[in-house]
């Protein structure tokens, strides 16, 4: 069997978790955390990131800072991991889905025919005509590290007042090398950018993720959110609903040596991607889904293109040949 993507311990992690173990911050405080935020804003050149517990808790706190009520609309893609959309729902909204373009990331072109034929701007926001109800937010996924045409995107959110959240689970470390925004990362265009760390993501906590934003005043509201809106810390004073987000400081341990080796793994990983084409480069009835040009990309997941056609099969065939042809393997590579 071939993972889908495993995680790389080559760094510091066990010094700095054994550190934090004997130290005794394990929890939801340490000084790992901080050090965490700190080294991802300089990493990513913005002024503030809040650590939490998953790129789902991330994306859920962004929601809620976006303003996201039960009855209101969010645009999501339909080429998705589930996470990206169960935000919406956690909020009781209603998730509206975009088609995507080749690029496998939300299509320009449809969200801003979808906008401009089937919407109309009013007072309290941009309005869904079929439901009557506003459309709060947009969520953009950079599927697979690949990024999103963003200039074109961000140009639509802001002709229609749509407050736009960057799905960066997948694209931490990829950027774009020209245009409007020349050397900005995945994750810091939007009014919010969420990242993963999940076990299987080019850099892993084990579990975590976290928030950025342009306005570093929200982004310390999602710290404060994701902390039990503590406003009063000795007398439990609680002025706002508030969640058991934050990340842990042994995670942040983790994390803070994964750091320093995320060039090298997205090295490691564009090589591979290079690889891959030159060994794929006879198959006719298959491609590896390329990148988008003029960006420097993570390249976090390979896809194939498959012509189904050409194959003379469908999905679950090609699906259950692979599984049949790897179990067949002899794990002695013989």
């Not at 071939?2 to 760094?11: A, M, R, V």
């Not at 394990?26 to 050149?45: F, P």
């Not at 808790?57 to 998705?80: K, N, R, S, Y």
Request: charged share 25%; aromatic share 8%.
């Amino acid at each position: 069997m071939i993972p889908l993507s495993i995680p790389n311990f080559e760094g510091n992690e066990e010094e700095y978790v054994t550190k934090a173990v004997r130290e005794g911050w394990v929890s939801t405080g340490g000084a790992y955390i901080t050090e965490l935020e700190k080294n991802m804003a300089d990493y990513l050149k913005v002024p503030e990131v809040a650590a939490c517990q998953s790129g789902t808790a991330g994306l859920h706190l962004a929601m809620v800072e976006c303003g996201v009520e039960p009855g209101d609309h969010v645009i999501v893609p339909t080429l998705t991991f589930i996470a990206a959309v169960n935000p919406v729902r956690y909020q009781f909204a209603e998730p509206v889905f975009m088609d995507c373009d080749d690029s496998l990331c939300m299509d320009p072109d449809k969200l801003e025919s979808f906008l401009s034929n089937e919407c109309e701007k009013r007072p309290e926001g941009t309005v869904y005509k079929a439901t009557g109800h506003v459309i709060k937010a947009m969520v953009v996924v950079h599927v697979f590290g690949n990024l999103a045409d963003m200039e074109a995107i961000m140009d639509i959110a802001g002709r229609f007042d749509i407050r736009l959240i960057e799905d960066a689970t997948e694209a931490i470390g990829s950027y774009y090398e020209t245009g409007r925004y020349a050397g900005r990362m995945a994750g810091t265009i939007g009014d919010f950018g969420v990242y993963s760390f999940n076990g299987n993501k080019i850099i892993t906590t084990g579990g975590g993720g976290a928030v950025t934003g342009i306005n570093p005043d929200e982004v310390n509201h999602v710290r404060f959110l994701s902390t039990q809106a503590k406003t009063d810390a000795h007398n439990y004073i609680h002025d706002e609903i508030g969640y058991n987000y934050r990340m842990t400081n042994v995670q942040a341990a983790i994390g803070v040596a994964q750091l320093e080796y995320l060039e090298e793994f997205i090295k490691r990983k564009n090589n591979n991607y290079d690889k891959y084409n030159e060994l794929l480069t006879d198959l006719k009835s298959a491609r590896l889904i390329p990148y988008r040009k003029d960006t420097r990309s993570n390249k976090w997941l390979y896809a194939l293109d498959v012509d189904m056609r050409a194959n003379n099969t469908d999905v679950q065939d090609l699906i259950q040949n692979v599984q049949q042809r790897a179990s067949r393997q002899d794990p002695s590579g013989d």
